[in-house]
């Protein structure tokens, strides 16, 4: 398909863009997926609508894209170890990915973004939110502008993913769901504001699930600013409230945005597909 065909249709929010007249099941030409990740860099979030596509084209589109960041806590996909399940039962009231978050920002080279595909949706709510932390950072004061730009930041993963997290002392609650906490030790640094690798904008880059604090703050001082920046950049005017219908996909940068389950189904299953890609060291 040529790229010439596609186009971005902003959202009524403040993230994203809805990308037609494309059929992720067909093979992509160098050029469209070109396209697509300068319109990943540019609206942070990409969705499609009405896409007819299996496991292997998920696949075969990420990796069009990049190479896959396989998420070593979440169970895979049977059959496909590179796609990961996001799912939550009829009986079950922790859904992965309920606060504000950027995918993997407790690993050293933090992902890319994540392509998610609904595959069972509730009969009514499950919608994702996401955020834009370019115009999140972009609406702050000068002066506080100041402060972050030369800050960095702890993330970790020990306290969602590890055993000490309560998902994992709540394993009936998380139903084999996750798994691997002897792997959730790696931490990270990274700048608190940094330079997109794409964009060339920048981007606020903390997140209420993952950042412990500032580097050479105390623990007070960091929830104290991280507390403002939380409340500041989930302003509605930052976000976009996505309703999943059969065949979405959504597709985001991580660098770019905050995304967060909406946990509002309780009694019925989501079942959706997520494949992770490969990201880049980040700078300020
Ligand atoms: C995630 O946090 O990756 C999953 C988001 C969702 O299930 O809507």
């Known amino acids: ?29 160098p050029e469209l997926v070109n396209t697509l990740k300068s319109g990943l860099g540019e609206h942070g979030v990409l969705f499609f609508r009405d896409q007819d596509i299996d496991a292997d084209a998920h696949q075969a589109f990420a990796e069009c894209l990049g190479n896959i960041d396989i998420n070593r806590f979440f ?6 170890p590179k796609i990961a399940e996001v799912r939550k039962e009829p ?3 922790y859904a992965i990915g309920e606060d504000w978050h950027t995918d993997h920002s407790y690993d050293q080279i933090p992902a890319l973004g994540s392509i998610l595909l609904a595959r069972e949706l509730p009969s009514r709510g499950g919608d ?3 955020s834009n932390m370019y115009a999140a950072y972009e609406a702050l004061s000068d002066g506080l502008k100041e402060v972050l730009d030369g800050l960095q930041a702890n993330h970790s993963s020990r306290h969602r993913f590890g055993y000490q997290s309560t998902a994992n002392k709540n394993s009936k609650d998380t139903g084999g769901r996750l798994g691997n906490p002897d792997l959730a030790t790696q931490d990270a640094v990274h700048p608190v504001v940094i330079t997109h690798p794409i964009s ?4 606020l880059y903390v997140n209420r699930a993952f950042t412990l604090g500032f580097v050479g703050w105390t623990e007070a001082e960091s929830k104290a600013l991280l ?8 302003q509605p005017e930052f976000t976009y409230r996505f309703e999943w219908e059969p065949g979405s996909v959504a597709m985001w940068d991580n660098r770019a945005t905050w995304h967060k ?7 019925e299953r989501r079942l959706m597909h997520r494949i992770t890609l490969e990201g880049e060291a980040l700078y300020a």
């Open 1 to 29: 398909m040529l790229s010439n065909s596609v186009s971005f249709r902003r959202t009524n929010g403040g993230v994203g863009a809805f990308v037609e007249n494309v059929d992720l099941s067909e093979p992509l030409s």
């Open 200 to 203: 060339g904008k920048k981007a």
């Open 91 to 93: 009986d079950q009231k």
């Open 261 to 267: 389950a909406l946990n509002d189904y309780h009694g």
């Open 227 to 234: 507390d403002l920046l939380y409340n500041h950049a989930s």
């Open 128 to 130: 994702t939110m996401f």
């Open 75 to 80: 169970k895979p996909v049977d059959g496909y």
